[in-house]
């Protein structure tokens, strides 16, 4: 038995508390990586105010990179040393859905996300010899974890961790969201709530796939700011101006796509109102689930489609590699 420091949230609401856990070694097709990095998601604030109930005590923390330290019995693929980037989904390769190539709906999450252990229901982490829970079998907030070896997905050690770790959830997510679930086709026209970071995501990815109308919707100056600079063609302020007729003022008719990366039902239903017929909104935002959708009933004879998009609809041994090659071409493109 190892120790590890670790962030604890024991109570909702409370501050996360930095204190020393038991950490045990990886069982069968897990491995234990140390921890170089990791991202604050809006899930984790999510978690820790109540707003996503999670068991407690629990190590938040989830979009993690790291080295490495030791393999369980049964990995394959994985060694000591390697950099990892740890995917939330256990990708256990069994199921049904892993078996279609969804992995982003590994039956194994609702053990890892919804009761915040391992697949086999218990944690490697504990504090007196009471278990000690971790966010989607991660619980990256600490210096070492213990992860299924279906979430580690290996990366070029050449990379900084500290910054392709965010691919593990944030920029998956939102890019995913784009390329992934939507579809998006070159020239169309797409709205995105909210531009935090899954959401500057959204806006990337938009920028990628060739959208020819971007319209960036969020209250904070410094984000629709951020928007307009990494690919939004046109920024709305929804203090200011009610959302959905500011958007279908610059595309008249309304968008190809709208993505709502907020989390309110509110939101979901303007997304709704801003797409033109046959258009599609995404709900990227993780939402209560006691929540419920107003929809106008109309918007379905129209065509109009409403989607989730889970984890970015990822394979992340897929996405992952093809994320971090592009910042590695865009790190030797800037060095020369």
């Given amino acids: 038995m190892k120790k590890t420091k670790a962030a604890v949230l024991d109570t909702t609401g409370?501050?996360?508390?930095?204190?020393?856990?038991?950490?045990?070694?990886?069982?069968?097709?897990?491995?234990?990586?140390?921890?170089?990095?990791?991202?604050?998601?809006?899930?984790?604030?999510?978690?820790?105010?109540?707003?996503?109930?999670?068991?407690?005590?629990?190590?938040?923390?989830?979009?993690?990179?790291?080295?490495?330290?030791?393999?369980?019995?049964?990995?394959?693929?994985?060694?000591?040393?390697?950099?990892?980037?740890?995917?939330?989904?256990?990708?256990c390769g069994r199921c049904e859905f892993c078996v279609e190539e969804k992995p982003f709906l590994c039956t194994q999450m609702f053990a890892t996300l919804g009761n915040c252990t391992m697949p086999d229901g218990t944690t490697r982490l504990s504090r007196d010899g009471g278990a000690i829970h971790q966010l989607?079998?991660?619980?990256?907030?600490?210096?070492?974890?213990?992860?299924?070896?279906?979430?580690?997905?290996?990366?070029?050690?050449?990379?900084?961790?500290?910054?392709?770790?965010?691919?593990?959830?944030?920029?998956?997510?939102?890019?995913?969201?784009?390329?992934?679930?939507?579809?998006?086709?070159?020239?169309?026209?797409?709205?995105?709530?909210?531009?935090?970071?899954?959401?500057?995501?959204?806006?990337?990815?938009?920028?990628?796939?060739?959208?020819?109308?971007?319209?960036?919707?969020?209250?904070?100056?410094?984000?629709?700011?951020?928007?307009?600079?990494?690919g939004a063609t046109h920024a709305v302020d929804p203090r200011v101006e009610d959302s959905t007729r500011a958007v279908r003022k610059i595309v008249p008719g309304g968008v190809h796509y709208a993505f709502e990366v907020i989390g309110r039902a509110e939101t979901v239903s303007q997304a709704f109102a801003m797409v033109r017929p046959s258009g599609m909104a995404v709900v990227v935002g993780v939402m209560s689930p006691a929540d419920s959708i107003p929809i106008r009933a109309g918007g379905f004879q129209q065509q109009k489609m409403l989607i989730g998009s889970a984890y970015g609809s990822a394979v992340p041994r897929r996405d992952f590699l093809a994320s971090s090659s592009s910042i590695a071409r865009a790190n030797c493109s800037s060095s020369r």
């Fill in 14 to 91: 409370a501050a996360l508390r930095i204190t020393d856990l038991d950490i045990e070694g990886p069982k069968g097709n897990e491995v234990a990586i140390r921890v170089v990095a990791c991202g604050l998601c809006h899930s984790d604030y999510s978690c820790i105010h109540g707003i996503v109930r999670t068991p407690l005590p629990v190590v938040l923390g989830h979009e993690a990179g790291g080295v490495v330290e030791e393999v369980g019995a049964g990995v394959s693929g994985l060694e000591v040393g390697d950099h990892v980037i740890v995917a939330l989904t256990p990708s």
């Fill in 136 to 230: 989607g079998a991660i619980g990256g907030f600490a210096e070492r974890a213990v992860v299924p070896a279906g979430c580690a997905v290996r990366v070029d050690p050449d990379l900084p961790l500290e910054t392709i770790c965010l691919i593990g959830c944030g920029v998956t997510t939102g890019v995913g969201a784009v390329l992934n679930t939507a579809g998006i086709r070159p020239g169309t026209t797409v709205a995105v709530l909210g531009c935090g970071g899954v959401g500057l995501s959204v806006v990337q990815g938009a920028r990628i796939a060739g959208a020819k109308t971007l319209v960036a919707v969020d209250p904070v100056a410094a984000k629709r700011e951020l928007a307009l600079r990494l």
